[in-house]
DNA sequence: GCATCTATATAGAACATCTATACAAAAGTC
DNA sequence: GACTTTTGTATAGATGTTCTATATAGATGC
């Protein structure tokens, strides 16, 4: 996986629903088929930063099996870093475009 | 800088026309409007390793200015590299956009 | 002769990701 | 009711790219 992607995509699946760890990476893997698979000595040190930082937020609850899981929630200041994060992705997709088929 | 697209971008620079080190990053700087600055910090690690990885060929010649300097070139290695690094750049651009914009 | 510009080079730090392993609790199995 | 499997979280250690900062060398300018 490209270095410096993980927490984009961490956010967004979060975004769009909250989500125990284990289901953020079934998720990406599955909707991704499979490009991007994100093992959890990747996916929980990532979570950790992000919590850390103030980026999501977590709780202890249930999984949809009905085991104990911690759930992860999106906060106001992660939004805004998902925004942000989106236009660097933008930015970063053009520009390698522009070097890889000048007009 | 995104890790892991430099080689893309270095690759692609000189199978464009084979440059000296500075005039690669000037390049890329160039073309990209100042999304991408490679520093010389960057730039030589990832030229002596792809040189190392016989991606690209190195002789002492002649800049512009009419300085020494070495000019890189592509090898047929290189072009496989580039066209397979082309591919999977393409294939991690659809997948983040499966995750940010699902269907 | 001394500063400046071009150009290459390297050392060291920072940091995200990967491999591998460990741990815990619940559920199935016989 | 022990035992294995499944689900879920966690961490340690290694790896490798990129960044900051600095060094070196030769030309050029004045």
Redesign the interface.
């Known amino acids: 996986m ?4 993980l927490d ?2 961490i956010l ?2 979060i975004e ?1 629903q909250p989500r125990h760890g284990l289901a953020v990476s079934e998720r ?1 893997a599955q ?3 499979g ?2 698979v994100v093992k959890p000595g990747s996916l929980f040190p990532a979570l950790h930063r992000l919590e850390q930082e103030g980026y999501i937020a977590g709780a202890w609850g249930e999984s949809a099996q009905g085991r104990r899981a911690k759930v992860y929630d999106i906060t106001p200041a992660g939004r805004k870093r998902l925004a942000a994060e ?1 236009k660097s ?1 933008d ?6 475009g ?3 088929d ?1 007009t």
Chains 1, 2 share one sequence.
């Open positions: 490209l270095k410096g992607t984009l995509l967004r699946t769009l990406i909707i991704t088929r490009t991007f989106r992705w930015r970063i997709v053009t520009a390698v522009q070097v890889l000048p």
